[in-house]
């Protein structure tokens, strides 16, 4: 079987320490030949200059396609497009268009009054100007502010009729939990990519906690099979197995790619990746 295609998320740096972190990331990572990669908003748009700061570093000097992820959150449409142009003019066409995640302390999201009442309404805007190609998000687990799963492929087609061009699924930890969720959209004529998003463990409470907050259902066996693999100094090993074996089964059911959510740390999905065939390729090590 042929290397599958790959892409990486990266946060934007808020210190010193966290720009070489992420750099060092790049370093690994980008040598691998990903057909993209992408850089987050902080929640609240909290980190909107560094991420944009970052995409056009990452731009120039890495040699590899960047998606700039663009929120609803706390910014006019004016300014929201302006962001958008910018990243135009730098040579960036891509963009991960999301609603975002409500600012600290609020307990819903609430639109700019000027701004975008939706991700739909900024996928329309973006996908108007003819200057981009539109990435969106997908839930197969349903979002924590959806009745179902079906309500979620319901809005994954309304993005998708005003522009979307491919989807990013959220993070999941059962091959079949992406498969029901890909025949439920085929089912409603979602017919772009849909790529999972595949979360290396490398630190399951945390990731378990997370999971908890943005719906992703975790099943028992995961936590058996990590209180053993802590007490047997285990926990990388097995991160490296389960997240293995979950891309194959995926790839082998014929997802299309897949998108890691490296949180900055490049060794476990290196790994993962030397698992899957992935290695790195001559020019873009130079050029890393």
């Known amino acids: 079987m042929p290397a599958p295609s790959i892409s990486f998320e990266f946060f934007p740096p808020k210190s ?5 972190r992420l750099w060092e990331t790049l370093g690994v990572l980008a040598p691998l030949g990903p057909d993209f990669v992408s850089v987050t908003y902080g929640a609240g748009g909290t980190t909107r200059d560094l991420t944009h700061d970052a995409v056009k570093t990452i731009h120039k ?5 960047v998606a700039a992820h663009l929120t609803c959150v706390d910014a006019t449409r004016a300014e929201t497009l302006e962001i958008a142009e910018s990243y135009a003019a730098a040579g960036v066409t891509q ?17 700019h009054p000027d701004g975008f009442d939706s991700s739909v309404d900024l996928v329309a805007a973006l996908s108007a100007t003819g200057k981009f190609d539109i990435r969106v998000g997908a839930y197969p687990d349903p979002h924590p ?16 009729d005003a522009g979307a061009t491919s989807a990013i699924t959220q993070f999941f930890f059962e091959a079949d939990t992406y498969f029901r969720f890909r025949d439920a959209c085929a089912a409603a004529g979602i017919d772009v990519p849909l790529i999972p998003g595949i979360l ?18 975790v099943p028992a066996w995961l936590d058996e099979a990590f209180a053993r693999a802590d007490r047997d100094g285990r926990a990388d090993l097995l991160a490296t197995a389960l997240c293995t074996e979950l891309c194959t ?3 082998d059911g014929g997802a299309p790619a897949l998108h890691f959510y490296t949180l900055n740390t490049p060794a476990l999905t290196r790994d993962i990746c030397a698992a899957l065939g992935v290695t790195a390729k001559a020019d873009l090590a130079r050029v890393a």
């Open 95 to 111: 963009i991960v268009a999301l609603r975002g995640d409500p600012p600290a302390g609020a307990d819903a999201f609430r639109p």
């Open 249 to 251: 089964d995926l790839l």
């Open 200 to 217: 290396p463990i490398n630190n399951w409470t945390r990731v378990r906690s997370f999971a908890e907050r943005c719906g992703a259902a």
């Open 16 to 20: 010193l320490e966290a720009s070489f």
């Open 145 to 160: 502010e959806a009745a179902s799963m079906q309500d979620c492929v319901e809005y994954l087609k309304r993005k998708v």
């Open 61 to 65: 000097n890495y040699g590899v396609p």
